[in-house]
């Protein structure tokens, strides 16, 4: 048999909330360069895959009102793979519409022949080289085992933001590839846990982090979504027949009718395969800005401090200057344990421990109809 085509798929369709005011609508967090100074985290996403699948076959799954600016933002993919789902309908719907896309150009003949490797565009992850291999094993796994695969991430907290992937006690590892990670049986996954339940997870050592990236060979998602997920296989299938037609306006009527769930619950979590790979890279959720403590130089009274700030007297905060100083002056006085962030028309203040509530202020403007969105 020849050997399989691979295709990844990027999903980049967050609206990034919590990373208000620099994150807006038409420029949401994965177009932001919140952890390299010349790359966006779309743009890094894009550049950590290349060496082991082309940008050719490279898809970014978005929304349509973010197709022109994530083709604007130059990753090298091109323009036809940037696939603009209709509306939101959770990362289940984001998936099948992008199979969809897939079927409708290579036909469901050749399911077999496709696996595909379901990406992230908002993750730091601190290796390039070890995330490929990572990868690789995953992709190895899904196309010969005929199973659905993900990479656990070795957890470094009691983390209760994320959810968690449990392997069987004393597991033994599947085979693999000489210089590839480990890869084990999935037990179940669980839901993010309360913080007595996550220092046990860390402490077992049977517990991943869930990273949210997955792994299959088309033919295997199709089989095993139509059990789990009967009318999103269904109207995958006949997504993929109107696309193929050029009918786009009966491809988006189908997808408007879809459930509105997470592929977690959609389907992973019901497969009768599910394999892990051991993620043996770093890895970070960049989920609000308190994040940019963990990756970001931090100055003698442990700031982090972006656009050149006057911080005087000033401890433990993140100010972030998007104008820089030749254009806007900020200055941060007697404080400590703050987010600053002044965004060309907005300023964000927030103590670190609670960015995850800048959603709550972003809700409170669309209520008003703010322009700042």
């Not at 590839?180 to 037990?187: C, N």
């Not at 007297?313 to 002056?329: L, Q, R």
Request: hydrophobic content about 45%.
């Amino acid at each position: 048999m020849p050997p399989p085509i691979r295709i990844a798929v990027i999903m980049a369709g967050g609206a990034g909330e919590r990373f208000w005011p620099l994150s807006r609508r038409s420029r949401p967090k994965q177009l932001l360069r919140l952890t390299r100074p010349d790359q966006t985290l779309l743009g890094n996403a894009v550049e950590r895959i290349a060496p082991l699948i082309a940008r050719e076959r490279v898809y970014i799954a978005t929304a349509r009102g973010l197709v022109e600016p994530v083709r604007a933002a130059r990753t090298g993919v091109p323009d036809e793979n940037v696939l603009g789902e209709p509306c939101k309908r959770n990362t289940a719907g984001c998936l099948v519409y992008a199979v969809a896309q897939i079927l409708a150009r290579y036909g469901e003949a050749r399911a077999a022949g496709i696996s595909m490797a379901i990406l992230t565009a908002d993750h730091r992850i601190d290796s390039d080289e070890l995330f490929r291999a990572a990868v690789e094993a995953a992709l190895n796994v899904s196309e010969h085992g005929a199973a659905l695969a993900t990479i656990g991430i070795i957890p470094t907290r009691p983390e209760t933001g994320y959810g968690y992937i449990e392997i069987p006690e004393k597991a033994t590892p599947y085979t693999c590839a000489t210089g590839l990670p480990s890869v084990y049986a999935v037990v179940r996954f669980r839901e993010k846990p309360d913080t007595a339940t996550a220092e046990e997870f860390v402490r077992t050592d049977r517990f991943f982090w869930n990273s949210g990236m997955f792994f299959w060979r088309l033919d295997t998602f199709l089989e095993e979504l139509v059990l789990a997920a009967p009318a999103h296989a269904q109207a995958t299938r006949a997504m993929a027949a109107a696309l193929a037609k050029g009918d786009q306006a009966e491809a988006d009527r189908i997808f408007e009718g879809l459930e509105d769930i997470s592929i977690d619950y959609a389907l992973m979590e019901k497969a009768r395969r599910v394999l892990t790979v051991r993620a043996e890279f770093g890895w970070d959720d960049i989920g609000a800005w308190d994040a940019l403590d963990r990756y970001f130089e931090h100055d003698e009274d442990d700031n982090v401090a972006v656009g050149e700030p006057i911080l005087i007297d000033t401890h433990d905060c993140i100010v972030y200057n998007e104008p820089g100083e030749a254009k806007m002056a900020v200055a941060v006085i007697g404080v400590e344990g703050l987010v600053v962030v002044v965004a060309g028309d907005a300023v964000l203040i927030v103590p670190k421990d609670r960015a995850q509530e800048v959603k709550k202020a972003v809700a409170q403007l669309k209520e008003m109809g703010a322009k700042q969105l």
